[in-house]
């Protein structure tokens, strides 16, 4: 995977570091019909941060996702990229800048193999990605070998097994080259071992510079692995800041387990 232009950095505290934010949102909003999925929603993402969403099912999480990976366009408010506003631009544009994303619906692409499935995203990525196809095929191999997947590069990619497909994501999507990437539930349906395994790979992510945001329900995971955490219920904020001290706070506490149990 290449660093290139993304120096490591010492992984900042929240919002204390100063430096301008690399990903913001303000007043993020998007209705479908009747329907409020996300509303007034703003926060901004530091320098090799990263940046853990939760939030209970049908909070907004997957939907703020899209809008600030363009796959959704807001209905109010804005999305900016290292100092540009970017909310009006289409999603491979978003990309060729440097905001890369795995889905939580994973769709490798069918009938290749796994190094051309990871290929592609270095075809496509930040700039105007690699020049031929050796040289994304090269990027690729690098990305396989970053994710642990270097053994299946000849498999197709949709006889991967559910882990190893979590794994393809990540892979597709380090493949662009991304500034920041944002991660949907990459460590679902993982058992243990395999959760500690994912973490030590998106750790190892942002230790080449890269900013990140996680969305996860596995809050042990969430917790060990976030700088900060913001919470989503109904799709408003509700909580914004370090773990320990969302993770305890009442209004988080009852949007997971309900007023009565909270």
């Not at 997957?62 to 506003?85: A, H, M, N, Q």
Request: glycine share 10%; proline share 5%; aromatic share 4%.
């Amino acid at each position: 995977m290449s660093t290139q232009d993304s120096p490591t950095r010492t992984p900042p505290t929240g919002h204390a570091s100063g430096a301008r934010p690399i990903l913001e949102a303000r007043g993020l909003t998007r209705r479908f019909a009747g329907l409020v999925a996300v509303h007034d929603v703003s926060f901004a993402l530091a320098p090799g941060e990263i940046l853990g969403f939760i939030g209970p099912n049908g909070a907004g999480k997957t939907t703020l996702i899209s809008l600030l990976s363009g796959t959704l366009e807001p209905t109010e408010g804005e999305v900016w990229f290292d100092g540009r506003r970017i909310d009006r631009m289409a999603a491979f544009r978003r990309a060729r800048l440097g905001i890369g994303r795995t889905f939580q619906i994973m769709q490798p692409f069918p009938g290749l193999p796994v190094l051309d499935n990871v290929a592609v995203g270095a075809l496509f990525g930040r700039g105007q990605g690699q020049a031929n196809l050796a040289l994304a095929r090269e990027s690729a191999r690098e990305c396989l070998r970053f994710v642990g997947l270097d053994k299946h590069v000849d498999h197709r990619a949709e006889d991967l097994g559910g882990p190893d497909r979590k794994r393809l994501e990540l892979a597709k999507a380090l493949a662009m080259q991304p500034r920041v990437l944002l991660c949907d539930e990459v460590m679902a349906g993982l058992n243990l071992v395999e959760i500690d395994e994912v973490i030590a790979i998106i750790r190892k992510v942002r230790d080449t510079g890269i900013s990140i945001i996680v969305i996860e329900h596995v809050i042990k995971a969430i917790r060990t692995l976030s700088d900060r955490i913001m919470v989503l219920h109904h799709g408003e904020k509700i909580a914004d800041g370090a773990p320990d001290s969302v993770l305890t706070d009442s209004r988080v506490v009852e949007a997971y387990l309900g007023k009565k149990r909270a």
